[in-house]
């Protein structure tokens, strides 16, 4: 059973910054693409941003130009680099793995911003 754990939550004032990380328990390379959700109180959870085996990128509308996702296929890890960050960037923020038969995800860690 493959694991995700994503340490790198916490308190962030607005206009900071703050990354978060996906480490996985199997070797990221045999992922189709992963990605990172997240949900605020009272709301669906969306997309945030993916990348994909072959390492495209893509973004929600609202996270382009202030998000960036890579990853370390050394580390089996992914990264989610969140810049000047605002208040309704508070959420329970969610890393996504999948194959072609599997979804994969972590636990979860929560990022508020807020002074």
């Known amino acids: 059973q493959v694991q995700l754990v994503e340490p790198g939550g916490g308190l962030v004032q607005p206009g900071g910054s703050l990354r978060l990380s996906c480490v996985a328990s199997?070797?990221?390379?045999?992922?189709?693409?992963m990605g990172w959700y997240r949900q605020a109180p009272g709301k669906q959870r969306e997309v945030v941003a993916g990348i994909t085996r072959g390492g495209s990128t893509y973004y929600a509308s609202s996270m382009k130009g202030r998000f960036t996702i890579s990853r370390d296929n050394a580390k089996n890890t992914e990264y989610l680099e969140m810049n000047s960050m605002k208040a309704e960037d508070s959420a329970v923020y969610y890393c996504?793995?999948?194959?072609?038969?599997?979804?994969?995800w972590g636990k979860g860690t929560l990022v508020t911003v807020s002074s």
């Open positions: 199997a070797r990221i390379v045999s992922f189709n693409g």
């Open positions: 996504n793995a999948h194959s072609q038969f599997m979804d994969y």
